[in-house]
């Protein structure tokens, strides 16, 4: 058994993940929104869509974007957490370029179209892996959001687009697709699902999905981001006054993908028929 700098014994075996649940659509303004619990993490992820590209784009760009913004709440934390009123701090603007860049690197950009999106996440609960529930849960609120731009006629493939003449004479009405074309027309927008999880060693040992006490006692931690088709987006391993072998970082990495594979099974049985 691991020995924890803490004294606490942990509740969970080493490969076992927190328990994940979702409440779609917690609030109604936002194109979508997910409250997202992975055990004690609560994250609340919104998706918004802004009225143009960002100010850097062509006039006539033919892809989109898609921005992400991090926040803990002052509650979050057993100290409160004090808000940044004067714009990210530097932790801040890291994960929230993590969450962006990860939910980008999911998203064909060109199959999108020219539309740019954002997507708020906001810790509700902070308790260990709040970059890695903010990313999958983004993952799922955008999904749902991109599913629902299909359905409006705003997210439509290349060749049914509007053509800048159409757009000028406002009479252009936007074409059905039927529920096959909507479906494979999604799944060009986000070909394979993102995840995030966090793994650990503690005395050589690798823990799985690691709430704060884990955490704290972590001789090194991990955050592994993944698409649904294996292929990775990022890894960040870090030792905490400790090292890690080659044997170990390949320990660290099959553990996390266990845990992906749950979180990519949950994702489909979450949206499945949501609307």
């Known amino acids: 058994m691991a020995k924890f700098k803490s004294g606490f014994e942990p509740t969970r075996a080493k490969n076992e993940m927190r328990h994940v649940e979702v409440e779609i659509d917690f609030t109604p303004n936002a194109l979508a929104s997910i409250l997202y619990r992975q055990g004690d993490t609560v994250i609340l992820a919104c998706v918004t869509k802004e009225s143009r590209l960002p100010g850097w784009f062509p006039r006539d760009s033919t892809k989109g974007w898609v921005h992400a913004e991090y926040s803990l709440l002052p509650g979050s934390t057993d100290s409160r957490f004090r808000r940044e009123r004067r714009g990210a701090k530097g932790r801040t603007q890291e994960i929230e370029r993590l969450i962006a860049r990860s939910l980008r690197a999911a998203v064909d950009l060109e199959a999108l179209g020219p539309i740019a999106l954002n997507v708020d996440c906001d810790v509700l609960n902070a308790d260990g892996g709040t970059r890695c529930a903010s990313i999958t849960a983004g993952n799922i609120a955008l999904r749902l959001a991109v599913r629902r731009l299909i359905a409006k006629g705003i997210c439509l493939p290349k060749d049914l687009r509007p053509t ?6 406002g009479n252009w009405v936007a074409p059905k697709l039927s529920s096959l ?7 060009d927008v986000i070909p394979h699902d993102l995840a995030a999880i966090s793994v650990g060693l503690i005395d050589h040992e690798v823990w799985l999905d690691l709430d704060y006490l884990l955490d704290s006692n972590a001789d090194v931690d991990m955050n592994v981001i993944k698409t649904a088709d294996g292929n990775y987006v990022e890894i960040q391993g870090t030792g905490e006054e400790a090292t890690f072998s080659g044997d170990e970082l390949l320990a660290l990495l099959g553990s996390a993908d266990g845990g992906l594979e749950a979180l990519f099974d949950a994702q489909k049985l979450i949206l499945e028929g949501i609307e």
Do not use: G, L, V
């Open 164 to 169: 800048f003449e159409q757009q000028k004479e």
């Open 181 to 187: 074309e909507a479906s494979n027309h999604e799944n």
